[in-house]
């Protein structure tokens, strides 16, 4: 409760005006607290695809290409591969650059675990660049 002390009169009156000072600081500290909370909040995953819009990328001169047949065999190039030996398989024909891009093809009769299995063993043999290859969809009506 506020007392107004400049009245002309021997009597104190109460003034009913609120006082928005705590109010604004209160707003202020709110706004501090989102302001540090809204940048955590946000997911950041890396991801190394392109977007399905993009144009498309030029391949290199002789890719490697790693296909996953719908019986679940595997072939590196045109050569088959058993899983045992996808590892050196993929180091002849990398000539061991592990940082070399596999493109990894798969039928679409193979299931989603086996191309997962895959995945892990291409991390197991320490190629960490892989991409994906898919048909082109026109988007003609």
């Given at each position: 409760m506020a007392v107004n002390l400049h009245q002309a009169g021997g009597e104190l009156a109460e003034?009913?005006?609120?006082?928005?000072t705590p109010f604004i600081d209160v707003?202020?500290?709110?706004?501090i607290i989102f302001m540090v909370a809204?940048?955590?909040?946000?997911?950041?995953?890396?991801?190394?695809?392109?977007?399905?819009?993009a144009t498309p990328q030029p391949r290199p001169d002789k890719p490697v290409f790693l296909t996953v047949k719908p019986d679940l065999s595997l072939s590196v190039g045109e050569e088959a591969v058993s899983r045992g030996a996808l590892a050196d398989a993929l180091d002849v024909a990398t000539h061991g650059q592990k940082d070399s891009r596999i493109f990894l093809r798969a039928d679409k009769?193979?299931?989603?675990?086996?191309?997962?299995?895959v995945m892990n063993g291409l991390r197991a043999a320490?190629?960490?660049?892989?991409?994906?290859?898919?048909l082109e969809q026109s988007t003609a009506p």
């Open positions: 003034v009913n005006d609120i006082n928005v707003i202020l500290v709110l706004l809204a940048p955590l909040a946000t997911v950041d995953v890396a991801v190394d695809l392109p977007a399905s819009n009769a193979v299931p989603y675990g086996e191309v997962m299995q320490g190629y960490l660049k892989v991409a994906l290859v898919g």
